[in-house]
């Protein structure tokens, strides 16, 4: 069975970090390339950040630069968002989601893609 999970949110104080692992199994998990969205209740799910099948190519959204990194260890196939300096306005619903082939990561992080896989989301709250 395909089954895409994200994991590791929790409760942090704004300036605070978390890392988020999404982890993959039953798919060929180094010919897809993985995408991280959130979503608040009410609000458009937003693409965070997006990463390449090899990890080679990575592309973040302006909201994020600076504070989140995205990373991928096709061994464990598992990709990683860490995310530092937290803010309020990053609590969300954190999703892992992923697409075969080599899309354009800008693209991906904006939705133009149909994804193939969605994981179970996680949840990020940073209190002020």
């Known amino acids: 069975d395909v089954q895409l999970q994200a994991f590791g949110g929790g409760l942090v104080q704004s300036g605070g970090a978390l890392r988020l692992s999404c982890a993959a199994s039953?798919?060929?998990?180094?010919?897809?390339?993985i995408g991280w969205f959130r979503q608040v209740p009410g609000k458009e799910r937003e693409g965070v950040s997006c990463?390449?099948?090899?990890?080679?190519?990575?592309y973040l959204v302006d909201s994020v630069k600076g504070r989140f990194t995205i990373s991928r260890d096709n061994a464990k196939n598992t990709v990683y968002l860490q995310m530092n300096s937290l803010k309020p306005e990053d609590t969300a619903v954190y999703y892992c989601a992923a697409v075969e082939g080599v899309p354009i990561l800008e693209r991906l992080c904006r939705s133009e893609y149909g994804m193939h896989y969605w994981g179970k989301g996680t949840q990020v709250t940073v209190s002020s």
């Open positions: 039953g798919f060929p998990f180094d010919d897809y390339a």
């Open positions: 990463i390449s099948r090899s990890g080679g190519g990575s």
